[in-house]
DNA sequence: AAAAAAC
């Protein structure tokens, strides 16, 4: 477990120069890394780690190598076109990362539906924004809103209830930080303020990781305010247990079971909460986490409360449980709903069962890529002993991150990553939903994801903020009852997926059951393998489908499974 | 369907 921190290399700048040296060092060492080198375009750096200007927003000047043989780049152009008809045809050509945003088709639903603003200058002239707040946006790069920013923004400030559903890195923090700030006025505590004391906003996140992002952004957009913003921990808890301390928090950002205990502990009161957000909303409102949530819901009493719901997916259940939190909500939509961006190239790639996954993987870093590359595993042993073995491997500038990492490990492999000293971050799900590393250019489902939902969550770790991104996603043949589904998912946005994938029918219920006895049946006899190769595993999967059709399931009722989530 | 995450 330490060895591969070790050889993380923590600490050290991140610079140009630095890695010219690493790469120069990689040149007279391993083979892998100089085989990387032979795809040097130029001669000051290997073209695959040359993602500092990529890092910066800049255009990517190496296309299309990431989509290898496949190439879906008509395919994704074509949906850019049908996106940008829809839209309104009056952006400048030059602004290429920005406009992606814009070319999505946004809808909107619900009473008396505010209008959107075009630029924050209107929504400065509309709603009264601060010079501060104005400032601190040109400060940060936000120049031009997103979709989501420019309908999400007004119809927040128009005091309305929301709901928000807009791809992976369109900027929906934003969308709900800027209102709250606008609403704020003078600090807590000062006695300007109208009708009660105590945290008047509140912004709940499934991940102690996302609550920290969420919580800099927010101090970002605060500078040259004296309001408190708290990361809510246990530490930050204690440091408010007199009410008089309480009292002057205006801000709080927190993952929900940490809130919880506060309230029911007494040390915590939210009843003069003005805004509740809910990031990440169909997670928040799942099994897991909804009666948390809803207590928490329950304990913000003030009857005006403004309440907003913000996700990239709202499955048809989480969007009900969401709408009857609301009152008189608006919904929008920017794009397709559950549908990733197009600029992700995404592909699916077979390694026949778990002990293949190894060495493909490693197979796919002794080719170029571009750092940093995040890989999802299904669970924490398998994100720890995989990180070991890529640091056995010589893979350089690994990293790992998990729940199960005390808290000052999972701090620093974070500080790692924004440092850009990790190359591979090997994690679990606690990555999957709302993590900005603006560099990551490279998601590799080492693990299947266990839903469309996490699929959508984890590629999106890429492709943000207009940028480009590459997805490669392994199955075996234990995934084969899952795999049309997330198939589905690469049609939708414009990346191409084998025929014979496409000709699988999504099992039902009871036929996935039964898969899952077969599976275990195989395990229990591992001396009959198969799938050891592509073609026969393809013939080896139709053949199962043909089995299934003949067995009587129609094509009515395999299209009614695709529709459920 | 199923693990992860939350304290």
């Given at each position: 477990m330490e060895a591969f921190q070790l050889l993380s290399r923590g600490g050290l700048k991140f610079d140009k120069n630095r890695f010219k040296k690493d790469v120069e060092l990689f040149n007279g060492k391993s083979k892998a890394e100089s085989k990387k080198q032979l795809?040097?375009?130029?001669?000051?750096?290997?073209a695959e780690l040359d993602f500092f200007k990529y890092a910066q927003?800049?255009?990517?000047?190496?296309?299309?190598?990431?989509?290898?043989?496949?190439?879906?780049a008509g395919k994704k152009r074509k949906i850019d076109e049908e996106e940008s008809e829809q839209d309104e045809d009056d952006q400048d050509e030059e602004d290429q990362p920005k406009l992606l945003h814009q070319r999505h088709r946004v809808t909107t639903k619900g009473n008396n539906v505010p209008e959107h603003a075009d630029t924050f200058e209107q929504m400065r002239d509309r709603f009264n924004l601060s010079s501060h707040l104005m400032a601190n946006l040109s400060k940060y790069g936000y120049s031009h809103p997103t979709g989501i920013q420019s309908y999400g923004i007004p119809i927040l400030l128009s005091s309305r209830d929301l709901a928000a559903i807009s791809p992976t890195g369109t900027g929906k923090t934003l969308s709900y930080l800027l209102p709250v700030m606008a609403a704020l006025g003078a600090p807590s505590g000062s006695s300007k303020i109208d009708g009660g004391s105590g945290v008047r906003a509140v912004v709940l996140a499934p991940t102690r990781e996302l609550a920290q992002q969420i919580h800099n952004e927010c101090l970002k957009l605060a500078e040259g305010r004296k309001w408190r913003i708290v990361l809510f921990s246990k530490a930050t808890a204690n440091t408010l247990k007199d009410k008089a301390a309480r009292d002057k928090v205006d801000i709080i950002i927190s993952t929900p079971l940490r809130l919880v205990a506060s309230i029911q502990s007494g040390s915590l009161e939210l009843n003069n909460v003005r805004h509740l957000i809910l990031d990440e909303a169909d997670r928040m409102l799942d099994s897991e986490f909804h009666d948390q949530v809803q207590e928490i819901v329950a304990a913000c009493t003030r009857a005006d409360i403004q309440k907003a719901v913000f996700s990239a997916t709202l499955p048809a259940n989480a969007e009900k449980i969401a709408m009857e939190m609301l009152s008189d909500p608006v919904r929008v939509v920017v794009g397709l709903k559950d549908t990733p961006l197009p600029l992700i190239a995404q592909s699916l790639t077979y390694v026949a069962d778990d002990a293949s996954k190894l060495p493909s993987l490693l197979t796919y870093f002794a080719q170029p890529y571009n750092p940093p590359v995040l890989v999802f595993t299904s669970t924490q042993p398998r994100a720890s002993s995989l990180a070991e073995e890529l640091v056995l491997n010589n893979i350089p500038n690994v990293d790992c991150l998990h729940a199960g990492m005390t808290k000052k490990e999972r701090e620093d492999a974070i500080s790692r990553m924004r440092k850009g000293e990790s190359w591979v971050m090997v994690s679990t799900e606690v990555m999957a939903r709302g993590m900005d590393f603006k560099g990551v250019r490279e998601v590799v489902n080492y693990d299947f994801p266990t839903s469309v939902q996490s699929y959508i969550h984890r590629i999106g770790r890429?492709?943000?903020?207009g940028r480009e991104g590459k997805a490669v996603t392994f199955f075996t043949d234990e995934d084969g009852p899952y795999l049309k589904s997330i198939a589905n998912v690469l049609l939708q946005s414009g990346s191409p997926v084998p025929e014979w994938i496409l000709k699988l029918p999504k099992p039902s219920k009871m036929k996935r059951r039964q898969m899952g006895k077969v599976k275990r049946a195989e395990m229990v006899n591992p001396a009959r393998k198969i799938g050891k190769n592509d073609a026969l595993k393809k013939k080896e999967m139709i053949e199962g489908s043909k089995r299934r059709k003949a067995k009587g399931q129609s094509k009515r009722e395999a299209e009614e499974e695709d529709s459920d989530s």
């Open positions: 795809s040097n375009e130029d001669s000051e750096l290997p927003g800049g255009p990517s000047k190496r296309k299309e190598r990431s989509t290898n043989a496949e190439g879906p890429t492709g943000r903020a």
